[in-house]
């Protein structure tokens, strides 16, 4: 897979163009990666409640047409989108996110942290009280606890346009996370948030990024 590095962009217009390649591609075209951070901005899933942004700061707000609720952008965040054919895979939404999830969990492995998956709230977690552990933890987000303990440190939001998946995921790496406390964080009121730097691991987006395109292209591979 080809990884466009797009270094700062903005969300509407990467978004656009997204769209366009979606709209285009046919089925011989080839899957991508595109890599950048974003400026700040807030973005709302398509069933997103506006209650879970509570203050926006003045930090723009956007509607964005992706599954999900409500989360935050901003330098410092390495936003991956895959432009994939699941067709082509032979896979289905599920399976999508799932792959995902699991490039996202080998990149914190990379580290020498362990991430973990919540059923019903996809993206990838950590434990506070020991985020290098390796112990069996098994949440579901019905559970009334289902976070305690527990720090959202990836987020995953995807639209599937005639079996290709777009938009993709965020890895927080080094950013301001106060924005984060003006949100119910993927509309779970209360959940923390956190990022690689506070976990103690000194690394960059651009870094961080290439080991992150590396792990999607794995999970990808016909």
Known sequence: MEVLVLGRAGYASTVD???SFTERRIAATPDEIWLCEHDPVYTIGIAGRPEHLRDSGGIPVVRA????????????QVVAYPLVDLRRLGIYAKEY?????????????SY????YRVRGAP???VCLADPRGHAVLWRDAREPAAFDGL????AVGVRITRHCAWHGVALNVAMDLAPFSRIDPCGYAGLEVID???LGIDTDCNEAGMRLAARLAAQFDP
Do not use: N
Not at 97 to 109: C, D, G, S, T, Y
């Open 17 to 19: 163009a997204m769209r």
């Open 65 to 76: 047409d992706r599954g999900g609720q409500v989360t935050y952008h901003a330098p410092g």
């Open 97 to 109: 996110v799932f792959r995902l999830e699991a490039a996202l969990l080998k990149v914190l492995e």
């Open 112 to 115: 020498g942290a362990t991430g």
């Open 123 to 125: 993206g990838v977690y």
């Open 151 to 154: 720090a959202k440190i990836a």
């Open 196 to 198: 690689l730097s506070r």
